[in-house]
């Protein structure tokens, strides 16, 4: 781990993004920005599994300093037959949130993947990035977001 002890705590907060393209057949079925499957409402399923994935960041990623989330929201909505997954997660502390906000969207899109196998196969998750952190000792905005 990172000696963090000598930072100061400092409000800190980070978004993310992960893109899911699961085929024109999955879009299609998709009515009030929301898909329902046998397993049950997909996105509200994947929000609640996107903060339970945030919550077990320093469980999951060796190294990860351990934090208490002081805030974590999901939105999910279709663009272009594109799923797109937006964390944002906030702390106050030593270290910065970003792996948080990051494993928060990976594991919202993961579980789209999951309730969406049995529709189709032809599922991607295209891509998975930082869009903003803030605080700490840099501040860093994705010019492309």
Do not use: W
């Not at 990172?2 to 400092?10: E, G, H, L, N, R």
């Not at 920005?33 to 060796?62: D, H, W, Y």
């Not at 270290?95 to 599922?123: F, N, P, Q, R, W």
């Amino acid at each position: 781990m990172v000696d963090v002890s000598a930072k100061q705590a400092t409000r800190r907060t980070a978004r993310a993004q992960a893109i899911v393209a699961p085929g024109k057949e999955i879009i299609d079925q998709i009515t009030n920005n929301e898909l329902i499957t046998r397993k049950g409402p997909v996105f509200q399923t994947a929000i609640i599994a996107g903060v339970m994935g945030a919550k077990q960041t320093a469980s999951l990623i060796p190294l990860c300093h351990p934090i208490g989330l002081d805030d974590c929201q999901i939105k999910i909505h279709v663009e272009n037959e594109r799923i797109v997954i937006d964390s944002e997660a906030v702390v106050t502390a030593r270290t910065g949130v970003e792996m948080e906000a990051l494993t928060a969207a990976t594991v919202a899109a993961l579980t789209v993947y999951d309730m969406c196998k049995a529709l189709s196969h032809d599922i991607r998750i295209e891509e998975i990035k930082l869009i903003e952190k803030t605080g700490g000792k840099s501040d860093y905005k994705r010019d492309n977001a």
